[in-house]
Nanobody, 117 residues
């Protein structure tokens, strides 16, 4: 099993920046893909960005390309999402996700990001 704990959400003005963190524990050596998802009120959960822990191969949703950066620090077992040039439409609960080699998947509890003036 894997445990995921997010932090770093909050209220930010349009154009501002935030960095989310996701600390992983448990069977972390079995993780082969990690990512950030978000869910806005009344909308389905969507993939924001993903990264492979070993090689750091990244993938982004078109809506965040050039504004968000996903990264990981394997020495700290932590994944990050640096969000810049934030827009009101980025407002959502952001979830950390991990997929294991056996296809099991785990979610964090979520952290609220609100972009508003």
């Amino acid at each position: 099993q894997v445990q995921l704990v997010e932090s770093g959400g909050g209220l930010v003005q349009p154009g501002g920046s935030l960095r989310l963190s996701c600390a992983a524990s448990g069977s972390i050596l079995t993780i082969n893909l990690m990512g950030w998802y978000r869910q806005a009120p009344g909308k389905e959960r969507e993939l924001v960005a993903s990264i492979t822990p070993t090689w750091g191969i990244t993938n982004y949703a078109n809506s965040v390309k050039g504004r968000f950066t996903i990264s990981r620090d394997n020495t700290k077992n932590t994944m990050y999402l640096r969000m810049s040039s934030l827009k009101p439409e980025d407002t959502a609960v952001y979830y950390c996700h991990a997929r294991l080699r056996n296809e099991d998947a785990y979610w964090g509890q979520g952290t609220q990001v609100t972009v508003s003036s």
